[in-house]
């Protein structure tokens, strides 16, 4: 059972908007768009947007946490549970111009979505380059 654990992960990372230690922030509302795309200006802001009712968003979470490599601070991470956030994440692709898939990440740098991928290739998406 511990490899289902670790594969798929205990849910109790979701239930604290958090994985490992990236510094997550919660995306709850619409206004903060606006200031995640005003903060993009300064540095590059990430949004991973995540099912909480499928594994494979689960298991690709858990893989994003432990691969993570960036220096600190130098970008901000946002945690957008889309199911009780669906407006929200309407809204985001809305603004960022990009198609809704989930898993997700987007990378918004100077206002615009610079990259953005889903499911497994999410962990092959070099964020250092965005630092």
């Given at each position: ?115 953005h991928d889903s499911h497994g290739a999410i962990n092959e998406l070099n964020l250092e380059r965005f630092a």
């Amino acid at each position: 059972m511990g490899f289902l654990k670790d594969l798929f992960g205990s849910g109790q990372e979701e239930a604290n908007g958090k994985e490992n230690s990236i510094p997550w922030i919660p995306l709850v509302s619409l206004d903060q768009l606006s200031q995640i795309e005003e903060k993009s200006h300064k540095r590059s802001q990430v949004i991973f947007k995540h099912s909480t009712t499928c594994g494979i968003s689960r298991m690709v979470l858990n893989m994003f946490g432990r691969n993570l490599d960036v220096p600190e601070h130098s970008m901000d991470f946002y945690f957008l549970d889309l199911h009780a956030y669906r407006q929200v994440s309407d809204e985001v692709g809305y603004k960022f111009q990009v198609m809704h898939q989930s898993p997700q990440i987007l990378v918004i740098r100077n206002g615009v979505t610079v990259a953005h991928d889903s499911h497994g290739a999410i962990n092959e998406l070099n964020l250092e380059r965005f630092a």
